[in-house]
């Protein structure tokens, strides 16, 4: 009679039995529970699989998450558009004021000129050095009015649409993929 493995279960009866997964040996009514005790565990298995399948089905949760992550692309539009219209009015503003200042300090000269002008002629009294101190003001205006409109100071420093990296200011990652290739799209 050859050597027998006792059983892994009452270590009494020899295990005639062997399991090919966990590899103990079993007696018959021994292997029979634990044949029964497997397809136990089988069908919880099963039924975590199909747990998941109806959990895969209902894409109502990932919907949502798509609708949330959404909204929050469309407010961080939203405020951003405000962002720029607001830079967009101020440099306005500030473009009106910055001529507006120029011109009206040319205006203020031209009124001097007016003045000064209409006292001479009032009084009869001028001689050619005031007509040429007033002739040489009212050229000096005129060459600050024209380099106001033909060559103005004022200009506008902007970053143009193609230098701004716009998916480097807004884009999506995967916090859990830490190996995987971000997919970024270019606009």
């Keep these: ?27 018959t009514k021994d292997f029979m529970d634990h044949r029964q005790w497997l397809s136990g565990e089988f069908e919880k298995v ?3 699989r199909n747990h ?29 558009l405000e962002k720029v219209r607001c830079a967009a009015k101020k440099t306005r503003d500030d473009v009106i004021q910055l001529l507006n200042d120029k011109i009206n300090g040319v205006e203020n000269e031209f009124d ?36 106001i409109t033909e060559h103005p100071s004022v200009t506008l420093n902007k970053e143009e649409n193609d230098q701004i990296e716009w998916t480097s200011v807004i884009y ?9 290739k971000v997919i970024v799209v270019k606009c």
């Excluded at 009679?1 to 007696?27: D, H, L, R, T, Y």
């Design 52 to 80: 998941l399948l109806q959990e895969l089905s209902e894409k109502d949760q990932i919907n949502h998450l798509q609708t949330t992550l959404c909204s929050q692309i469309d407010q961080w539009e939203k405020i951003t």
């Design 172 to 180: 999506a990652t995967d916090k859990c993929a830490h190996d995987k």
């Design 112 to 147: 001097n000129v007016t003045k000064q002008l209409r006292a001479l002629e009032e009084m009869k009294n001028f001689v050619e050095d005031d007509l040429t101190y007033l002739n040489n003001n009212i050229h000096k205006l005129e060459k600050q009015l024209r380099q």
């Design 46 to 48: 099963v039924e975590a």
């Design 1 to 27: 009679m050859s050597k027998q493995n006792p059983c892994s279960v009452c270590q009494k009866e020899a295990g005639i039995c062997n399991c090919a997964g966990c590899k103990a040996f079993f007696c």
